[in-house]
C-alpha cells in the first residue's frame, strides 16, 4: 500500500514492518535504533524553550465592548531554530464565548538570535482588571517526532473600564448648558444667583429682574440677566451594597448607576463644577477627591472598572457620616440607590435630615423596563396578576420617592437607558433654578 505523511518517513528509517500497515494489523509497533536515533536527534535538534526571553507590550485599558491588543515578543538566544506553538493563556472572561483557542495560540518561528512579535487580541466581556496568566511554547524539532514544552510568566494587566455609552447624549446636554450659560443667542437667560449683565426688556421677561436705576438712566426698560453659579460642588455618591447587585435586563443595577454617574460627571466638569465620587456599602470602595476639570473624568472612570456589587447591607449612617465628611461645604449630593421601601424607610430617611441640612440631596434609582411592561400586560389571567403586581410594585416606588420629595429631596426614578439623560436634565434644572 502507499505510505504517505509521517507513517511514510518512518517506514523509509527501517522503524516500522510495511506488513504491520497492512488493513486489519494487530501487531506492536517495534522501535529499532533507527528510530529511536531519529527521535534522539529530533530532540536535540528542537530548540530549547527555557531560554528564550519574553516580553510584552500594548493596551494597558480598554473600554468594556471593544478590543485590546497585547502584543508579546519572543527572543530566541539560541543557535537552533524555533519551530512551534505559543499559547497566552487570559482569564475566560478576556474573550467572547467560544473564540478563546482562536485568540489565544498562535503559530510560531524564531530564527537563531533573533525575535519575533505576535498579538493577541482581547475581547473582554466583564470591567475590571484582566491579568495574563503563563505563555506556554512548544517546541518542535524538524520531524516533527518530539518536542520540548515549557511555560514563562509574563506579567501583563489590562483594565477594562465602564463602557459610558450613555456619552452619546453629552452634545445635547452640552448645548443645553450652553444656553444657560448665556453662550449661545437665545431671548431667555437661564436663572441663577451670579449677575451676568443688562439688556432690554421683552416681553415675557419676569417683571422682578427689572433694574429700576439702569431704566431710570436709559430711555428703555433694562432687565437684569444672571448666569448659572460655576464652580459649585457635586458628590456623586454609588452605593454598592446588595439592592446594586440586582440585574436589570443584562446587567446590574449598578452599571446603569456608574453610566448616568458618567454623564453627569463630564457634563459638571465641563460647567466649570468640582466633582468627587464616593462608592459605598459598610466601607469605602472608592474614592475620587480634590482632581481638576480635566482630570476628573479619567480619575472616575479608573475608579469604576474595578467597582462589584457587595452583597450586604448597605451601613446608611455610615454613608451619610462619609459623605458629610467628604462634602465639607455645602454641595449637590447625588445618591445612586434604591427606591425600595424596606432600605429607604428603615435605612435612609432616619439619616436623611443630616444630609438636606447641609447639602441639596438628588437620589437617582434605576426602574425596571420588564416591570413597565408588566404592568401593561392582558388578555390572560397569568398577564392579569402580573399586570397587578407590577402595579402594586410602582405604587410602592411612587410613595417611597414622595417620602423623599417631603425632605426636600429630588428624586430621579427611570430604566437603564433613560436613568442618565434624565438625571443630567434634573442637574441642569437645579443650576438653572439658582439651588446649587
Not at 427689572?210 to 453659579?229: F, G, L, M, Y
Request: glycine share 8%; net charge positive.
Amino acid at each position: 500500500m502507499a505510505l504517505t505523511g509521517r507513517a511514510a518517513l518512518l517506514a523509509a528509517l527501517g522503524s516500522i514492518p510495511v506488513g504491520v500497515l497492512e488493513p486489519g494489523w494487530t501487531g506492536i509497533l517495534a522501535v529499532n535504533g533507527s528510530l529511536a536515533l531519529a527521535c534522539a536527534c529530533d530532540f536535540a535538534l528542537a530548540a530549547p524553550v527555557r531560554r528564550l526571553v519574553l516580553t510584552r507590550s500594548g493596551a494597558t485599558s480598554v473600554r468594556l465592548g471593544e478590543s485590546a491588543d497585547v502584543t508579546l515578543t519572543v527572543g530566541n538566544p539560541s543557535r537552533r531554530p524555533l519551530r512551534g506553538r505559543l499559547r497566552d493563556a487570559w482569564p475566560p472572561s478576556s474573550w467572547r464565548p467560544g473564540t478563546e483557542v482562536e485568540a489565544s495560540r498562535h503559530r510560531l518561528s524564531v530564527p537563531p538570535g533573533e525575535r519575533r512579535r505576535v498579538t493577541t487580541r482581547l475581547r473582554p466581556t466583564r470591567r475590571g482588571d484582566h491579568r495574563a496568566d503563563r505563555v506556554t511554547i512548544r517546541s518542535y524539532g524538524p520531524l516533527g517526532l518530539f518536542t520540548r514544552q515549557g511555560s514563562h510568566q509574563v506579567p501583563w494587566t489590562v483594565r477594562v473600564l465602564p463602557p459610558f455609552t450613555s456619552r452619546k447624549h453629552l452634545p445635547s446636554k452640552l448645548s443645553r448648558l450652553r444656553e444657560l450659560d448665556g453662550r449661545t443667542s437665545v431671548l431667555t437667560r437661564g436663572e441663577g444667583t451670579e449677575f451676568d449683565s443688562l439688556r432690554e426688556y421683552v416681553a415675557g421677561d419676569d417683571t422682578r429682574s427689572i433694574d429700576w436705576r439702569a431704566t431710570a438712566r436709559q430711555s428703555a426698560v433694562a432687565v437684569r440677566t444672571w448666569r448659572p453659579e460655576r464652580d459649585r460642588r457635586i458628590l456623586l455618591v454609588l452605593d454598592t451594597g446588595r439592592t446594586s447587585a440586582g440585574r436589570v435586563g443584562d446587567a446590574p443595577r449598578l452599571d446603569a448607576s456608574m453610566d448616568a454617574a458618567l454623564l453627569l460627571a463630564a457634563l459638571a466638569s465641563r460647567a466649570g463644577d468640582r466633582v468627587d465620587l464616593l462608592a459605598y456599602d459598610r466601607r469605602v470602595r472608592a474614592l475620587v477627591q480634590g482632581r481638576s476639570a480635566g482630570d476628573v473624568l479619567p480619575s472616575v472612570v479608573n475608579a469604576m472598572a474595578t467597582l462589584e456589587p457587595e452583597l450586604v447591607e448597605t451601613d446608611a449612617r455610615g454613608l451619610t457620616a462619609t459623605a458629610l465628611r467628604v462634602a465639607a461645604r455645602r454641595s449637590l449630593v447625588v445618591l445612586l440607590t434604591t427606591l425600595d421601601a424596606a432600605p429607604v424607610e428603615e435605612g435612609l430617611l432616619p439619616v436623611l435630615p443630616q444630609l438636606t441640612q447641609r447639602h441639596t440631596v438628588l437620589v437617582a434609582s434605576v426602574a425596571d423596563p420588564h416591570v413597565e411592561g408588566m404592568a401593561k400586560a392582558r388578555g390572560t389571567v397569568d398577564a392579569v396578576y402580573e399586570a397587578a403586581a407590577a402595579a402594586q410594585a410602582q405604587s410602592e416606588r411612587r410613595r417611597t420617592a414622595e417620602h423623599l420629595r417631603r425632605h426636600g429631596v429630588t428624586v430621579v426614578d427611570a430604566t437603564p437607558d433613560d436613568l442618565a439623560p434624565a438625571l443630567a436634565d434634573a442637574y441642569l434644572a437645579l443650576k438653572a433654578a439658582g439651588r446649587l
